[in-house]
């Protein structure tokens, strides 16, 4: 079965400032995709950034990005010029490319920015 | 933003009672998902559906079930609620196996005293 792990349960960070939150997961498959979800006070769950298995190239939306590392199972993603509206909590998720997959996702961590 | 809606937003009741949480879409997504989220444990998979009338289950799929008589609407029950059912309950959809991402329903409140 697959696991994906977020280590740090909370993270704090100066306004304009970058930060990097770690996930790693457990899979034996070679093609899957990998996501990173964010979730506001408001409870809404949303897509920041999603990166599948096969391409070698991280992904990249605006001011987030992410650190793909195949072999290592690592997956982190970095918000760069921190906002006060990136506050939230940001979820990690896997999912197998294979039909009808569902998706796992992390516990979480919370990130406060400092003004 | 993805059509999606869940009724009730907040709903409290008591232990033993039946609830029912309604999930509706206006995408036209085959797969529909229903995943309750708890402090330290993420969101966790209920049930979920590829189809009208296709659903299988999740990781914690005990004490709920679910039907779908058409595409847009996936409800999940909880027959006789309990306390450790008290969460929040995220409905969930996505277009299909390529297509891989999920929108996300607003989620609902349930609390069983």
């Known amino acids: 079965a697959q696991t994906v792990t977020q280590s740090q349960p909370e993270m704090s960070v100066q306004e304009a400032e970058t930060v990097t939150l770690s996930c790693t997961y457990d899979t034996s498959e070679s093609d899957y995709y990998l996501f990173w979800y964010k979730q506001p006070p408001s409870r809404q769950m949303i897509l920041v950034i999603r990166q599948e298995a096969y391409k070698q190239q991280n992904a990249t939306e605006n001011r987030f990005s992410v650190n793909f590392q195949k072999a290592a199972k690592s997956f982190s993603l970095k918000i760069s010029d921190s906002q006060l509206g990136d506050a939230a909590m940001y979820f990690c998720?896997?999912?197998?490319?294979?039909?009808?997959?569902?998706?796992?996702f992390g516990k979480g961590i919370t990130l406060s920015v400092r003004p | 933003d993805a059509g999606i809606t869940q009724s009730p937003r907040h709903k409290v009741t008591e232990t033993g009672t039946p609830v029912t949480l309604r999930c509706h879409q206006t995408?036209?997504?085959?797969?529909m998902y229903w995943y309750r989220q708890d402090p330290g444990h993420g969101l966790r998979l209920i049930h979920y559906?590829?189809?009208?009338?296709?659903?299988d289950k999740g990781e914690v799929s005990d004490g709920y079930s679910v039907s779908r008589s058409k595409t847009e609407d996936f409800l999940l029950t909880l027959e006789s609620a309990t306390s450790s059912q008290t969460s929040v309950y995220f409905c969930a959809i996505s277009s299909g196996p390529i297509y891989n991402e999920q929108f996300f329903g607003p989620g609902t409140r349930l609390t069983v005293l």
């Open positions: 998720a896997y999912r197998s490319a294979r039909a009808n997959s569902k998706l796992t």
């Open positions: 559906s590829y189809g009208v009338k296709d659903t």
């Open positions: 995408e036209n997504h085959r797969y």
